[in-house]
């Protein structure tokens, strides 16, 4: 069984910061991409940032140059810096790993139980 485990949201002013974590933890073979995604009510869930298991990065065109995510590969774990942060920022954050059971695929998406960042004026 995998769960991931996130951590970190909360509330903040506008142009405030927050890190939120996502810890994967269970028995499995690898993680490969890690990400962070977001949703508000009535919306479809918005890719926000995803890395590699090398480092490369990608991110949402409303986030780049505010936020930056990375990995800790020895902890299993993503984090998302979230800077200079906006009332449109408000969402439930979700972390995702794509892990392998075995040494050849397939990957497996997996979800963390989401965490409310709300940024207020």
């Known amino acids: 069984q995998v769960q991931l485990v996130e951590s970190g949201g909360g509330l903040v002013q506008a142009g405030g910061s927050l890190r939120l974590s996502c810890a994967a933890s269970?028995?499995?073979?690898?993680?490969?991409?890690m990400g962070w995604y977001r949703q508000v009510p009535g919306k479809q869930r918005e890719l926000v940032g995803v890395?590699?298991?090398?480092?490369?990065?990608n991110y949402a065109d409303s986030v780049k140059g505010r936020f930056t995510i990375s990995r800790d590969n020895t902890k299993n774990t993503v984090y998302l810096q979230m800077n200079s942060l906006k009332p449109e920022d408000t969402a439930v954050y979700y972390c995702?790993?794509?892990?392998?059971?075995?040494?050849?695929?397939?990957?497996?998406?997996?979800w963390g139980q989401g965490t409310q960042v709300t940024v207020s004026l």
């Open positions: 269970g028995s499995f073979f690898s993680i490969n991409a």
């Open positions: 995702n790993a794509r892990i392998l059971f075995y040494n050849i695929g397939p990957e497996i998406d997996y």
């Open positions: 890395i590699t298991v090398g480092g490369s990065k």
